[in-house]
Nanobody
Framework: QVQLVESGGGLVQTGGSLRLSCAAS????????MGWFRQAPGKERQFVAS????????YYEDSVKGRFSASRDNAKNTAYLQMHSLKPEDTAVYYC?????????????????WGQGTQVTVSS
């Protein structure tokens, strides 16, 4: 059974930092891309970042470029999203997702399995 468990969310002030983790089990983690998405209240789910299976290909949503960094540790079956310079508009539930292939990308349909999410709240 595939499980993706996010952690690391919380309440932070504007300009602060958080690192989200996504622990994966039940799948060939090292063979698959990992993605990060977020959903704010009343809004559609939005792509944030993805990292290919070896970390060579990284994609970011425009508003997080230069502030967020996706990475992974295949030995630990864990993906990470390091977030700096957080803004109130970054407030959302953040989800990790396991890709259908090794490259990743921006579209939801590129991902097969999803975590339950972790709340990130940025206060102004």
């Amino acid at each position: 059974q595939v499980q993706l468990v996010e952690s690391g969310g919380g309440l932070v002030q504007t300009g602060g930092s958080l690192r989200l983790s996504c622990a994966a089990s039940g799948l060939s983690f090292g063979a698959l891309a990992m993605g990060w998405f977020r959903q704010a209240p009343g809004k559609e789910r939005q792509f944030v970042a993805s990292v290919s299976r070896l970390g060579s290909y990284l994609y970011y949503e425009d508003s997080v470029k230069g502030r967020f960094s996706a990475s992974r540790d295949n030995a630990k079956n864990t993906a990470y999203l390091q977030m700096h310079s957080l803004k109130p508009e970054d407030t959302a539930v953040y989800y990790c997702a396991a890709g259908r292939d090794s490259y990743g990308g921006r579209r939801d349909e590129l991902y097969d399995h999803w975590g339950q999410g972790t709340q990130v709240t940025v206060s102004s």
